[in-house]
Structures are given as C-alpha cells and as structure tokens.
C-alpha cells in the first residue's frame, strides 16, 4: 500500500512538472498570438489528459495563476526599434541613394524593407550594411529595389517601412516619412545634385547639407545658413546681454540684437531657452517663429518673447530678497535701487549699468557691497531705460523704469 501510495505522488508530480513544462513551452512557441491563447493552452492540456488529473479547486488555481502570468508578460510588450532616414541623395535623372538607421545594433530579426514615394512602392532586393555607426544601419539605390522608383527632384515623399519576424509571425515598426520640395509641410527645400538630406535622431533633426557624408556618420559641417535680429520681451522692448538656445547658444548685445547659425530647414519654433541663472537654462513661449534657410544662407528674423524672463542667481546660493528692484517707477529726479547679488561668489564686486533704449550706458555704478540700497540722482531724458548688475562677467539681474520728469 506504501508503495503504491509512493508510485503515485511520484506519477502527480512528473504530471505536475510536465503541466507547467508544456505551458512554457506553448507560450514561447506561440508568442505573441494574443492574451486569449491561454484557452487554446487548456484545451491542449485537456486533449493530453494532464489537466485531468487535478483536482476542481487545484484548476481554478492553476487558470488563475496562469492567466496573471500572461497577462503580465503581455503587459509589458516588445519594442520594436524605429527606422530613420538618416542620409537621402538625390541624383540628376531622379536616381537616387539612401542610408537607414535602426535604434539597435541587433538585426538579427530584420525580414524586409518597403520603400514608398510618390510614384509608388517597392521592396528592396539588397542592402549595404554600414559599419561602426554605434546602431544598426544598410544603405541601398534605387538599382536595389524589385522594381525601380525614382525620385521627383522638384519634391517627394519617401516613406521607409522595416518588416520584422518574430516568433514565426511578421510584424512592422514605425516607419519614417522623409518631406522635401513643392509638396505638403516638407522638411526642407529640394536638395540639388551636390546637396543631401541628413537626419540628427538625437536632436530630430531634418537638414539639408551642402557636405554629402554617404558611408560615413554624418556631421554638420555645411547644414548651418545665419539668421539675425532683435530678441523682444514681452512689452515689445529689446531684450540686452541675454543668452538663449534655439539650435545653438547666442547672446544679445546691449541693444537685444542677435545673430546665430540654424539648421537648413523648414521649421517653426514656438519656445525657446533663456539661461535662467548661469549654467541653467529653462524655456518660455514665443509668437511662432517660422522660417525657411538653406546652407550657407543668411535671414533676418524678429524674437518676440510672450512671457516674462526670470533671471537671477542658482536658487541654492541665493538670498531670498529680490536680486534687483528699483523705486519709484517712474522715475523723476531720484532713484532707489535695491541689490543681491551671490554672496558666496568671489569674482569681482558688483557693478550697476543704466542702458537707455539705444543700448548707450547712461550710468555706470561700481559697487563696494554684495548686497545693498543706493540713491541715484537720476538726470536723464523722459524714456525707458534698464538697470542691470553684474557681478564679473556674469549677469546678476535686470529691471526697466521708465523716466517721465513731468511738466
């Protein structure tokens, strides 16, 4: 009786190790065919005769316990990676030559690629892949589709598709759509003949290039053309000895004029970044500044800010008193000016510098005290005017007043 007892919890458990082995092994080899596979598993389990052999409470539990494990392995799905066009060229006759990107460096389930443009779509035939470009990438022509699609060298869209197996079953990633030329919302102009197109991923960047890279990482050496003007607040008033970011850093002069190299594109920027206090730099709105720019090119754009700018110093070193006021404002015959600057600093003592609306220093105070009260007597034409405090080379803070003598 003994040993028949034994011979049977030896059977349950080999039934029971054998259940959960042939569960596994269902799901690995189906993946991923749906959250509702989990019946077609019972049913597998039910025509072996294995399930049988627990008891009605034991299944209940068994089901349960199942359906949380796949529903927490579905719940956190595979991420398929995304392609990108990262260089497009453009030859005479509409041929045509084109690097891609993937944001892995695994390839081994790559299946196909589908290329489509305004003439139509076609499947590639035979890659090129790129080496030591840190993610995975190929390159092909138009010679290296199923059938040849050129390109409208006035303006196309080209949209790339990458097909994946996984599992025995055939999915798709995102793809990426390429805009050039006379056609809707397009990246950038149409690239000439010694031109190409060449994406930044990590910046999200599309720009023309005058300095073709085809086969080797792309950098932005001939990508940048000049844009120039005035940074104006939110009252309309220039904005002076300011640093901001769009796609690269710049400062305003004295009198809020700025120049600074874009990337050739087609683009609209709604915010932009101010340095806030030195080395941080946070962003605000502006009225939407569109523009379209070639290499090597240079226009002239307005910034036209629509909130106001806080400056001021590191919030971990600075007093909690305002960095600067002025009072009264406006202004008659004498001016108050209240000032922080940061205390832990060791760069020179501050200064004040009064600039009228041409940018002119009108008044130059140099200060004794990292923090103090002054009396300026103030004889000046009626206008605007701004106050600011500098400590070193850095800026401290700014304040406008307006000067209204009265009659």
Same mark, same amino acid.
């Given at each position: 009786m003994q040993n028949s007892f034994f011979i049977c919890n030896v059977f349950r458990m080999y039934y029971d190790f054998s259940f959960w082995i042939l569960l596994f092994a269902y799901w690995i080899l189906n993946f991923p065919k749906g959250f509702f596979q989990i019946f077609h598993i019972f049913d597998t389990l039910l025509y072996f005769g294995i399930f049988s052999i627990f008891s009605p409470m034991k299944k209940i539990l068994l089901f349960g316990m199942t359906l949380l494990l796949i529903q927490g392995l579905y719940s956190n799905p595979i991420v398929l990676p995304s392609p990108y066009i990262n260089e497009f060229q453009v030859f005479t006759g509409g041929h045509w030559t084109m690097e891609v990107l993937l944001d892995t460096e695994d390839y081994f389930w790559l299946d196909s690629v589908k290329v489509q443009n305004n003439a139509g779509f076609a499947r590639v035939n035979a890659v090129s892949f790129i080496p030591d470009y840190? $993610? $995975?990438? $190929?390159?092909?022509?138009?010679?290296?589709?199923?059938?040849?699609?050129?390109?409208?060298?006035n303006g196309d869209i080209f949209t790339v598709t990458i097909y994946f197996t996984w599992g025995g079953n055939s999915m798709f990633t995102n793809s990426f759509e390429l805009r050039y030329g006379n056609v809707t919302n397009p990246h950038v102009y149409a690239p000439t003949a010694s031109q190409s197109i060449e994406t930044f991923f990590t910046q999200s960047v599309v720009t023309l290039s005058d300095n073709p890279t085809l086969g080797l990482p792309n950098d932005t050496s001939g990508t940048f053309g000049t844009v120039s003007g005035i940074v104006y607040d939110l009252n309309g008033q220039p904005v002076p000895n300011q640093s901001f970011k769009i796609d690269n850093y710049f400062t305003t002069d004295a009198t809020g004029h700025y120049s600074t190299r874009l990337f050739s594109r087609i683009f609209t920027w709604t915010r932009i970044y101010y340095e806030k206090w030195p080395g941080h730099y946070a962003s605000i709105a502006l009225t939407p500044y569109t523009y379209s720019m070639k290499p090597d090119s240079l226009i002239t754009r307005n910034i036209n800010l629509l909130e106001d700018l806080l400056v001021g110093i590191d919030p971990g070193t600075r007093n909690p008193s305002p960095v600067l006021s002025v009072f009264p404002n406006p202004v008659k015959n004498m001016i108050t000016i209240s000032y922080t600057t940061d205390l832990t600093s060791t760069v020179d003592d501050p200064?004040? $510098?009064?600039?009228?609306?041409?940018? =002119?220093?009108?008044?130059? =105070?140099p200060l004794m005290n990292r923090q103090g009260v002054i009396n300026l007597p103030v004889n000046l034409p009626d206008g605007l005017y701004l106050v600011t405090l500098k400590s070193g080379n850095k800026l401290q803070g700014t304040r406008r007043f307006i000067v209204s003598q009265g009659k």
């Open positions: 840190g $993610f $995975f990438g $190929f390159s092909f022509s138009d010679s290296d589709l199923d059938h040849s699609i050129l390109a409208n060298e200064e004040l $510098f009064i600039y009228d609306a041409t940018g =002119k220093i009108v008044i130059h =105070k």
